[in-house]
């Protein structure tokens, strides 16, 4: 390998607006650990799910330049309302003037793709943030890639700061979480496949689990994200060649690193060290 080619190598950049994404990153590191990841974490403007369609775009953005300002060739957007508002435009519309040659990657499609093959009866629910439910992204894309399929969508605003508060074990997630999985289920009978929308769920899932009937299946992202990717790079052996492979991995946040190590921590299952970047 000469200079020139290594010089073109960089890590893969993955992007939250919080922490949740850390899920999404644990994953790809099992699953991919010969690469070297940068993880960016917008904690200082978290959360996303509420905020406009204007404003999410503009931050993730903003993300997107810096990781690749930092040598990432390949951004996944590990953030299900970053995905929903602001992927397409930044594909469709910035990445031709950035750099054509960089990629960015949501994680919507490939869990549609998933919950698609996982259901029997074309009947899907999904939990998520108030900004991804509000989007229909995954209606959209289940219904483009599954005819004749139902989707029902289901906001849960507490989940996020149940997680976030380190709450997801107590009592009072208990009562959350049954009163969003009823209201879900209560949309209709036949759904036997839920998506946990946003990547701050997984931390629920064995409450979740408790609510939910036998028989429905429950389909979390992170595994989900990291088979696609390694399909991904396996079919585009030309971005595959230019990411670097050192398995290490750096962790920055917006918000002040004393703040967001040791939450992150949870996530990961690991110490985590992180540095502060501002964005603009």
């Not at 919080?18 to 917008?42: A, E, H, N, T």
């Not at 990781?67 to 508002?85: E, H, P, Y």
């Amino acid at each position: 390998m000469n200079k020139d080619e290594i010089s073109d190598m960089g890590p893969i950049g993955v992007f939250d607006s919080g922490f949740g994404g850390l899920s999404i990153l644990r994953d790809l590191r099992q699953v991919l650990p010969q690469y070297d990841y940068l993880f960016l974490g917008d904690n200082a403007r978290a959360p996303y799910g509420s905020r406009s369609y204007q404003l999410v775009y503009e931050f993730t953005l903003q993300a997107v330049k810096y990781l690749f300002s930092r040598g990432c060739r390949l951004v996944i957007l590990a953030c299900n309302t970053a995905s929903a508002k602001a992927l397409r435009t930044i594909q469709q519309r910035d990445l031709p003037t950035l750099d054509p040659s960089r990629r960015v990657l949501g994680v919507i499609r490939p869990t549609a793709e998933q919950a698609g093959r996982l259901s029997h009866t074309g009947h899907v629910g999904v939990f998520g943030t108030p900004g991804t439910i509000g989007s229909g992204s995954y209606d959209i894309e289940i219904k483009k890639l599954h005819e004749g399929f139902h989707v029902y969508g289901h906001a849960c605003p507490m989940w996020v700061p149940l997680v976030e508060n380190r709450e997801s074990d107590g009592p009072g997630a208990d009562y959350f979480v049954k009163k969003d999985v009823e209201a879900l289920l209560s949309q209709s009978p036949l759904i036997d496949a839920i998506i946990l929308g946003c990547t701050h769920y997984p931390l629920l899932l064995d409450k979740i689990r408790r609510y939910v009937p036998d028989g429905v299946k429950i389909v979390g992202q992170g595994a989900i994200v990291a088979d696609s990717l390694r399909d991904y790079l396996m079919r585009h052996p030309e971005m595959e060649r230019r990411l670097s492979r050192g398995g290490t991995c750096e962790y920055l946040t917006t918000e002040e690193p004393e703040k967001f190590s040791p939450l992150a921590s949870v996530f990961v299952r690991e110490p985590v060290s992180a540095a502060h970047v501002t964005l603009a």
